[in-house]
């Protein structure tokens, strides 16, 4: 109503967050997944020159822990072309095509996503204009909308602005569909206005990966709670936290949890007989979502409160295999059955 900002100054404002049921509806699929592999923090996950690779920090790695190249700094965003060039994003701003640096303009300095479409042409998220990707939890914190979304096609075009946070790409025929973090959603791009496809996600979307038989697969790197919620509506906390309080022990997404007791929300992660409960209040999980040819979701698989693959951020489906990066978990899982559902 055209009055509910005006009132919520008097009656307080509902914290409220969707809630996993129906396809989002709580497994353990993702803690019984077989391990592919054990890496240090993988983030993004490809396949290039006949194999899977992974990005890990500021690495490239086979999964039996091979590094293929080492790079200046982090990778933090990765894709491969149809002609097998693969595209690498940098921490420092840097996008290397085949090893070499690319002309980018000036404004796009924070690579999160990249894509190539089946033409040839290649996809770039830039994720904030004021931050670094490794300084997400500052951009969520701060509310910032400066992300933008761009194609290069002989010459780089800005196709998006003003985005919260573009962390993943799906190229979809003339144009693209983009998660957008912040927003808890998913947006196709194809030159004229932005059209939602999904909205109200339970966590912060994270990449997207192309699935077999149409549709895709969608990471989400954290969940969303009411605590967060409710900070994030909190301007004058928000900025206390951030100038008081380490970044790891904000009250904050995080890609894991559980290994510090100066981590917020210790209350609310319930224990009973030294188990810790799958239900309770949690800053991390691991969670990725299939969907169909129509963007909707299928179903979901899970790493609970009580889990260890939390921080999902990319997924890759190769020969019948779902291969998902656990970031948080310091792993790559891997399930055949994972393809058709659990």
Not at 314 to 328: F, N, T, Y
Request: one cysteine or more; glycine letters at 12%.
């Amino acid at each position: 109503m055209i009055f509910d900002p005006i009132l919520n100054l008097f009656r307080g404002k509902a914290v409220t967050i969707p809630p996993l049921d129906g396809a989002f509806r709580p497994n353990t699929a993702l803690d019984d997944a077989p391990l592919f592999a054990q890496i240090r923090q993988p983030d993004n996950l490809v396949l290039w020159q006949g194999q899977v690779v992974a990005s890990s920090g500021a690495t490239l790695q086979t999964p039996d822990g091979e590094v293929l190249q080492s790079l200046a700094s982090d990778v933090c965003a990765a894709s491969v072309s149809p002609d097998g060039a693969l595209a690498l994003g940098l921490e420092d701003g840097t996008l290397l095509v085949d090893g070499r640096p690319a002309r980018l303009p000036v404004e796009l300095h924070c690579i999160t996503a990249l894509a190539y479409g089946d033409d040839g042409r290649l996809w770039l998220a830039n994720g904030s204009a004021t931050r670094k990707p490794s300084q997400w939890a500052t951009d969520l914190m701060m509310k910032n909308a400066s992300g933008s979304v761009w194609v290069h096609d002989g010459t780089w075009r800005k196709v998006a602005g003003g985005l919260a946070w573009p962390y993943g790409l799906l190229p979809d025929g003339a144009g693209v569909i983009v998660s957008e973090s912040w927003r808890h959603r998913l947006l196709r791009l194809d030159g004229s206005r932005p059209q939602p496809v999904l909205e109200s996600l339970p966590g912060y979307p994270a990449r997207l990966a192309p699935a077999s038989g149409g549709g895709a697969w969608l990471a989400l790197f954290a969940p969303r709670n009411r605590l967060i919620e409710f900070v994030l509506q909190e301007t004058h906390y928000r900025i206390a936290m951030m100038a008081e309080v380490k970044p790891e022990f904000w009250v904050a997404p995080a890609l894991s949890s559980g290994d510090s007791f100066l981590e917020p929300l210790q209350c609310g992660g319930i224990r009973m007989l030294g188990v810790h409960k799958a239900w309770s209040p949690t800053r991390s999980f691991g969670l990725v979502v299939r969907l169909g040819a129509d963007m909707a979701p299928l179903f979901s698989l899970h790493s609970r409160a009580n889990g260890t693959r939390h921080g999902v951020t990319s997924v890759l489906e190769h020969q019948g295999q779902v291969l998902i990066a656990s970031r948080g978990g310091d792993c790559i899982l891997s399930g055949g059955h994972m393809v058709e559902g659990i």
